[in-house]
């Protein structure tokens, strides 16, 4: 079946529609559980205070069915990352070291992370996308604690 470039674009652009979050800029407005499970993994001060006290923005933008870009904006700088669904790939973090992470797209609108850190442990990331908020449920392995972040769009 031979379908026109156009009919193409259009797909595309209602799938990208689909997904309440792509392009939008999100805020931390509150959190629980967060120094509790960092401690309980024996995270660095500095990555705590990092998570404390920094209120950074967040944008994820579909760039195609497979590929996106994260935007990460702080006081003092813009962190940009782009991965694609089910591969995983390096990052580097605010703190400077490196993590492999793999993302994983549930429906339109969940967005899963799988973090190597660099001491071997494993995080998991649960954002789950509404049209004005988003609540990220991070659990660590060696833990059975559950930490939550809530943000709304800013932009």
Known sequence: MLVSVQTYISIKETRAENMSFSGKKYRRIACENVEEIMKAVNASERIIQLLKCSAPTFCFTRLDDC??????????????????????????????????????????????QVIKQPDGKIAYFRREFGETETKMIITMEGTDMQAKIYYEVVE
């Open 67 to 112: 590929t996106f870009e994260m935007t990460l904006h702080t006081v003092d700088n813009v962190y940009t990352h782009t991965f694609r669904l089910d591969e995983e790939t390096e990052m580097e973090r605010r703190d400077g070291s490196k993590i492999k992470i793999t993302y994983t797209l549930e429906g339109d609108n969940v967005l899963k």
